[in-house]
């Protein structure tokens, strides 16, 4: 019973590198999201799903891209990566939101470091 | 002012003793309400949902005063196992569901 899977657990990149995360879940949820941690910052969302194909901006959307081709995978991009995304990068999903009430289940992190 | 408000700690504790850890929240239309546990370097998981009614799991007490907008964890007969960073997480809806994170609490269970 896998939930949700990060990959790559780590990497480091050098400024204007781009690379892509990637996040799957087997749970059959309509919602995922992107988010970032930082010391002494909590979790901000940078972007979210509510389902297979269409995607919206989070909290801190820029300098990250994001796509939801199929409803189990979920793709964040960094097209120029920059000093300050460096972050863990944690991907979640959850079932149909509009009802409220339903927690989030999370991958295990992405740590990112760019150099 | 931050949407969800925590004390960052750290509680230092001894085992077996009562802590308890408050959050409040700045959305008075704030409608879900979570407590996640996060230990050190790993992902956060659900700890317990809060119920307008106040809830217990075990040890565990979540209470929500939504005059005052906060809400409350108790963990009684603190163990070792216990010591992670809590979440405060709530929940508005706006055209869609937003959940904001708090920053968290992190709590030290000493023998």
């Known amino acids: 019973n896998a939930g949700v899977t990060q990959t790559p657990k780590f990497r480091v990149l050098k400024t204007g590198q781009s690379m892509t995360l990637l996040c799957a879940q087997d749970?059959?949820?309509?919602?995922m999201y992107w988010y970032r941690q930082d010391p002494g910052m909590g979790l901000r969302l940078i972007h979210y799903s509510v389902g297979e194909g269409t995607t919206a901006k989070g909290e801190v959307p820029d300098g990250y891209n994001v796509s939801r081709l199929k409803k189990q995978n979920f793709l964040l991009g960094l097209e120029s990566a920059a000093p300050s995304q460096t972050s863990v990068y944690f991907c979640?999903?959850?079932?149909?939101?509009?009802?409220?009430?339903?927690?989030?289940?999370f991958g295990d992190g992405t740590r990112l470091s760019i150099l | 002012r931050k949407e969800v408000e925590q004390d960052p700690g750290p509680f230092n504790v001894p085992e077996g003793a009562t802590v308890a850890f408050n959050c409040t929240y700045s959305?008075?239309?704030?409608?879900?309400f979570f407590w996640y546990r996060q230990d050190c370097r790993k992902e956060p998981k659900l700890l317990m949902s809060v119920y307008s009614s106040g809830n217990e799991d075990g040890r565990f007490t979540a209470q929500l005063n939504r005059a005052s907008q906060y809400i409350s964890l108790l963990i009684r007969d603190s163990k070792l196992s216990d010591s992670a960073t809590y979440l405060c997480v709530v929940e508005y809806y706006t055209g869609g569901f937003k959940t904001i994170f708090g920053a968290g609490t992190r709590l030290f269970v000493k023998a």
């Open positions: 959305n008075s239309a704030s409608q879900s």
């Open positions: 979640a999903s959850s079932s149909t939101a509009d009802a409220g009430d339903q927690p989030q289940h």
């Open positions: 749970m059959n949820h309509e919602y």
